[in-house]
């Protein structure tokens, strides 16, 4: 194999590994209750304070601070026990660089 190739081959890799490192969190969300999700994207991606959470959902602000806690272990779990990318089978320009 020419070494053109294997630079293309490389490059192809690393931009899988980025995908999935962005691609994983999200397929965890995606399998989240509705109300926890609700709780990460106002927490995490409009930047809501937890009394503004609170407010928003009818909920005591312990209880969303206790929801998102939990729900950030429950990431964490799900993360650590879904199978990544690279330990799935070999195929295609994976098998042609060994790996």
Request: charged share 30%; glycine share 2%.
């Amino acid at each position: 194999m020419d070494r053109r190739r294997i630079d293309s081959l490389t490059c192809e890799l690393d931009a899988l590994d980025r995908k999935e490192i962005l691609s994983q969190p999200v397929r965890c969300i995606v399998q989240l209750p509705q109300m926890p999700k609700k709780v990460l994207a106002l927490c995490y991606h409009e930047d809501f304070s937890l009394a503004e959470i609170a407010s928003e959902l009818g909920r005591t602000e312990d209880e969303i601070d206790q929801m998102r806690a939990k729900t950030i272990r429950s990431l964490q779990t799900m993360m650590a026990t879904q199978p990544r990318l690279a330990e799935l089978p070999a195929k295609g320009f994976r098998q042609e660089l060994n790996l």
